[in-house]
């Protein structure tokens, strides 16, 4: 083959081929470990929560304002269980799937259980999603008195994402993909579970019906 | 200098691809992104390497060929397709990388011992096979930048195209076993 350096086959070249190719894999490895926390996250979703660190973890004071108007702490919801979880209005996928599933859920609880239990409802688009689009929903939801639709405080949803370890990424066209997993706090104020969507509200109320 | 003419065109495939309305019209979804754009690449890198008179160092090909095949799986990571969409240099970066996988796969793959190159040819082909499957079947959204039907599409597409590589690896085994003239 003309440009072909020829092999040779003393031990020193060998053993430098064989040590580039060693290089090569742990490089290569370990930057595929790095990338995916330890091959333990493998989508932005489960890198975010995952980086957030593991559980229970105490969960951050956020701060935000409510449907009403009123700016609240998360740590004055301590002392019942808190299900958080963000969306947003304009969402056509998962975000009405996830609502609906709340709602079901939380009107299929008994009082007494309702009252150790509030939904924190965090809005990822602070722009459209205004308090009184947020009390519109709330109001089509049932109005339940212990399910909070909220922005954050300061508009800027960054401390709740990473603080939680939820991957929000903002489309060109307006749609917002983000994580739909739930995070239940427990009195304490510590996360101590974290609950897939995929659950069916069924599922969602017999995971739950064990903390409350 | 008919070939350093047509290296050079080749050569223009990452650039044009990064022209944003190029990328626009890949980016739009998952199986042109991941799939057509990736192909795309890693056929431009291999005809770049076919005209590039470049000398090849043959006891480097193993560590060349594993450079190649991590760079690939990198970009197969949900997490890092999702990394394109989001940061227009780390497109740049997959566009280039997937360039120079096509290009490091077409020079020092043929340098491996035919033994090797069956054995790569078939994992690499399965593994390509068994994103697919993975990606088809997950019912739950991997990348974040598209939708779950646009990842069930990319999944189901790329399923014949690991058969397809992995039919013509099986096709080639003889041809690569059969030791060639040179004695390799």
Redesign the interface.
Same mark, same amino acid.
Not at chain 2, 53 to 60: D, G, L
Not at chain 2, 77 to 80: D, E, K, T
Not at chain 2, 139 to 145: D, M, P
């Given at each position: 083959m003309p440009g072909n350096r020829q092999p040779t086959t003393t031990l020193p070249t060998r053993f430098i081929a064989l040590l580039v190719c060693l290089l090569v894999l742990g490089c290569g490895g370990g930057v595929v470990y790095a990338w995916t926390w330890g091959f333990s996250a493998f989508t932005s979703y489960s890198y975010a929560l995952n980086k957030a660190g593991p559980l229970p973890r105490l969960a951050p004071d956020i701060s935000f304002v409510d449907q009403f108007g009123s700016e609240r702490q998360l740590a004055s919801l301590r002392g019942r269980h808190v299900l958080l979880h963000v969306f947003y209005g304009s969402c056509l996928t998962i975000c009405p799937i996830v609502i609906e599933q709340l709602r079901e859920l939380y009107s299929g609880l008994s009082a007494a259980q309702r009252s150790r239990l509030a939904i924190l409802s965090i809005s990822v688009d602070s722009l459209r999603d205004t308090t009184e689009r947020l009390h519109n929903l709330w109001r089509e939801e049932g109005a339940f008195a212990g399910w909070i639709m909220a922005q954050p405080a300061d508009g800027s949803i960054d401390q709740v994402t990473r603080e939680f370890g939820i991957w929000v990424f903002a489309k060109n066209d307006g749609t917002i993909n983000h994580s739909a997993d739930l995070f239940l706090i427990d009195p304490a104020g510590r996360i101590v579970r974290v609950i897939s969507p995929q659950a069916n509200s069924d599922r969602m109320r017999s995971d739950l019906e064990k903390y409350l | 200098m008919k070939n350093i003419c047509k290296l050079l065109i080749i050569a223009l495939l990452p650039a044009l691809l990064l022209l944003p309305r190029v990328d626009a019209v890949f980016s739009a979804t998952m199986p042109r992104k991941a799939l057509a754009e990736s192909l795309l690449l890693l056929l431009g890198g291999w005809a770049a390497s076919r005209l590039c008179?470049?000398?090849?160092?043959?006891? /480097?090909a193993?560590?060349a060929v594993?450079?190649a095949t991590?760079?690939f799986?990198?970009w197969m990571?949900?997490? $890092?397709i999702?990394f394109t /969409?989001?940061y227009p240099s780390a497109n740049a970066l997959f566009v280039i990388s997937l360039f120079a996988t096509g290009l490091l796969l077409s020079h020092y793959l043929p340098l491996l011992p035919g033994v090797a190159r069956v054995a790569y040819a078939l994992y690499f082909s399965s593994m390509i096979v068994a994103l697919g499957l993975l990606y088809a079947c997950q $019912?739950?959204?991997?990348? $974040?930048?598209y939708?779950l039907e646009d990842q069930h599409a990319f999944g189901w597409m790329l399923v014949p195209v690991g058969l397809a590589a992995y039919l013509f690896a099986l096709v080639s085994v003889p041809r690569w076993l059969v030791p060639s003239a040179?004695g390799r």
């Open positions: - | 008179p470049w000398r090849r160092w043959a006891r /480097q193993p560590a594993a450079a991590l760079l799986l990198f990571i949900p997490r $890092s999702d /969409q989001a $019912s739950t959204l991997l990348c $974040s930048a939708t040179n």
